[in-house]
């Protein structure tokens, strides 16, 4: 059967929620900016499934109008659904969306689910805003290790030069994967700090950190 905006349009329409489900897929192959007009629809649909499968396919659609997007993935970001929260993070971060971060801000601190704080805390290395130091500074004192990773990895996208000293504290930490986020976050920067800390963990204990060191010397 050819996809077409109006045989999705009817989909979208359906009373059975994998239809509508069915429906937000096949916008993949529509043309963008019909099936932008139509994602909005979908992220209002009553079923969390369909709503989370259209705020995580606005990342690739919400270029086609960012304004609209915003509005959507805000509106999104206060969804009852963590799930739907957590892709309209996501969803931000993929399309740098930064008027956003006081929403997202807003949202870490009311949240208590770590899927929303995780996916918050990485969109905000896409965000590349400075002003989300000190967040994720905070975000580094988690209970969750997965949050204190994903900080650890967004300020190494953000650049800031504040980060080498927090990220510094961690290159000796006992679990590797830790440091080896470490070093990626490092790669980042040209500083001679940065370097420093670097040359030492060529000499890391575990193979893969210790060749990832070299990689950004």
């Known amino acids: 059967m050819t996809i077409t905006p109006d045989s999705v349009k009817a989909l979208l329409e359906s009373e059975d929620f994998g239809d509508r489900l069915r429906a937000v897929n096949q916008m993949r192959q529509l043309d963008p900016a019909i099936a932008f007009d139509l994602i909005q629809i979908a992220a209002t649909d009553p079923s969390v499934r369909v709503?989370?499968?259209?705020?995580?396919?606005?990342?690739?659609?919400?270029?086609?109008n960012p304004d609209l997007a915003l509005a959507l993935l805000q509106t999104s970001l206060r969804d009852p659904e963590p799930d739907v929260q957590a892709a309209a993070a996501d969803s931000i971060g993929a399309l740098q969306l930064t008027t956003?971060?006081?929403?997202?801000?807003?949202?870490?601190?009311?949240?208590s689910e770590w899927l929303v704080q995780?996916?918050?805390?990485a969109a905000l290395g896409e965000l590349g805003d400075p002003t989300s130091f000190d967040l994720l500074q905070e975000a580094l004192g988690s209970d969750n290790e997965l949050v204190r990773t994903a900080a650890l990895?967004?300020?190494?996208e953000l650049g800031d030069p504040r980060a080498i000293?927090?990220?510094?504290?961690?290159?000796?930490?006992?679990d590797w994967q830790i440091?080896?986020?470490?070093?990626?976050?490092?790669?980042?920067?040209?500083?001679?700090?940065?370097?420093?800390?670097?040359?030492?963990?060529?000499?890391?204990?575990?193979?893969?950190?210790?060749?990832?060191?070299?990689?950004?010397?």
């Open 179 to 217: 440091r080896h986020r470490v070093v990626q976050a490092l790669g980042h920067f040209q500083t001679p700090e940065a370097r420093a800390v670097l040359e030492n963990m060529v000499g890391d204990e575990n193979s893969t950190v210790a060749q990832e060191a070299k990689l950004y010397l």
């Open 153 to 156: 990895g967004s300020l190494g």
């Open 118 to 121: 995780f996916s918050i805390i």
């Open 100 to 111: 956003a971060f006081e929403d997202l801000q807003a949202l870490y601190h009311h949240s």
């Open 165 to 174: 000293p927090l990220l510094t504290s961690y290159a000796t930490h006992p």
């Open 51 to 64: 709503r989370y499968a259209a705020v995580s396919q606005v990342s690739s659609l919400g270029s086609q």
